[in-house]
């Protein structure tokens, strides 16, 4: 067993590395921005502004990056993009402006975007077809691991300070080391199939409108959750801890929802989710008013964490039951634009509500939306004709936070050729 887990983590484990470190940089410049606008009294409207912009970016990057590597190779381009995101960092301390941190955002999301793109690209090279699922599921690990430590790193020093962009920043610049040192060879990126939006709709109605909700409803927490756990009484280091135990609950609840969504019909396993998403957060807004143990407020949080990260790898499941093979990769590619056009509104009509009518809207704002997408889907499920399961591929768990996995993705088509020796 170890033999075999070396076998298969050596040839990736510098990519592996590098993901982790940019990873915790990332998040924690996203919890870091929006508690820095909160202390020097911006409204909540333009915090949503702000950190809507990444996603923004995050979009755009997910169709042109790809252009850059093709370019110049995947070393020199995600050298270039952690450079570029390293700069961007320590610039948010020297243009604290919202016009400029709403340009810096756009680029930030870019960057990453292009570093996801040279990693996941590279991963599925040096993966064989057997392998790619195992790896995918070590790079979702390595993924949501660094997400949760980067958020909490935010209590090393004052988010007024300097010192945490100076983190941030040293994080992503590390990144550098593994990626730079690798021996591994320039992987393919040959261009994908065409697949237009309106076709993609057609064949799943319930898949594509389901990657814009969850865009909406990841894109608002994850841009304004720290800040609504502010406004609601939490310290800093609660609200850090808060998110961090939401995107570890993600990461445990991929294996059971997927159990589920291979045995029943997805539409209704993705309901329940989208229900357990309004409860849940209705719940944790109370309990969090009502001054309740911070254990227990812990566990509603993985419960909704778990959740939330379940809709969109279930709209691609849902999505991928319904194309030929041919088309998984380039379907991901649409899925993941309405994804970041989601992510992109979600935060401005949350931060809006929350101007106005203050944070409880927060909660109200996910809740109707998850719900009421979850009775949209349900009468989907009564009008529209059952998948048998045969027909159907296997449920794959995917990043929610940045779901740009496409090559890696074992239901797409197989590499060509085995992967290249190398470490």
């Known amino acids: 067993m170890a033999q075999s887990l070396r076998t298969l983590l050596t040839p990736v484990k510098s990519l592996l590395g590098g993901t982790a470190a940019f990873m915790a940089g990332n998040s924690l410049l996203g919890v870091v921005l929006p508690l820095r606008m909160e202390a020097a009294g911006y409204p909540i409207a333009l915090t949503g502004l702000v950190m ?18 093709l370019r110049i190779g995947h070393i020199r381009a995600f050298s270039t993009f952690a450079a570029l995101t390293a700069a961007v960092c320590l610039a948010y301390t020297f243009f604290f402006n919202p016009a400029a941190w709403i340009v810096l955002r756009v680029i930030n999301g870019f960057c990453i975007a292009g570093m996801t793109t040279s990693i996941e690209s590279w991963l599925n ?27 909490t790193l935010v209590n090393v020093a004052p988010v007024e300070g300097s010192d945490l962009l100076m983190i941030s920043a040293a994080l992503i ?16 990126l040959s261009e994908l199939r065409v697949l237009g939006v ?25 841009a304004l959750g720290v800040v609504f756990a502010r406004q609601i009484g939490l310290s800093i280091t609660e609200a850090a801890m808060f998110m961090s135990t939401v995107v570890i609950g993600g990461l445990a609840a991929q294996v059971p929802v997927g159990m589920l969504a291979d045995r029943f019909d997805r539409r209704i396993v993705m309901s329940c989710m989208l229900i357990a998403v309004g409860v849940s957060w209705g719940l944790l807004s109370h309990s969090i008013s009502s001054d309740i143990h911070l254990g227990l407020l812990m566990a509603m949080a993985i419960a909704f964490g778990g959740a939330i ?42 931060s809006s509500l929350m101007s106005v009518h203050g944070p409880r809207s927060f909660f109200l704002f996910e809740s109707t939306i998850a719900v009421g997408y979850a009775v949209f889907v349900l009468i989907a499920v009564r009008i529209g004709p059952k998948l048998p399961v045969e027909g159907r591929e296997k449920f794959v768990p995917l990043p929610d936070i940045s779901p740009v996995a496409m090559r890696l993705d074992p239901r797409t088509e197989p590499n060509t050729s085995e992967p290249h020796a190398g470490k």
Do not use: W
Not at 52 to 69: M, N, P, S, T
């Open 309 to 350: 990260s379940s809709v969109y790898p279930l709209c691609v499941a849902q999505t991928f039951d319904r194309l030929d093979r041919k088309y998984y990769v380039a379907a991901s590619g649409r899925l993941l634009m309405v994804y970041s056009i989601g992510a992109t509104i979600g935060p401005l009509l949350a």
């Open 52 to 69: 809507a912009a990444y996603y923004l970016g995050l979009a755009f990057g997910g169709f042109k990056a790809k252009h850059v590597i």
């Open 173 to 188: 610049g590390l990144s550098l080391i593994p990626i730079a040192l690798t021996r591994l060879g320039e992987p393919n």
């Open 125 to 151: 090279d040096r993966s064989s077809n057997k392998t790619r699922g195992r790896v995918l599921g070590y790079y979702m690990l390595v993924f949501y691991v660094a997400i949760a430590l980067g958020q």
């Open 198 to 222: 309106k076709q993609l709709y057609q064949a799943s109605r319930v898949g594509v409108i389901g990657a814009g909700v969850a865009g909406i409803l990841i894109g608002s927490f994850y």
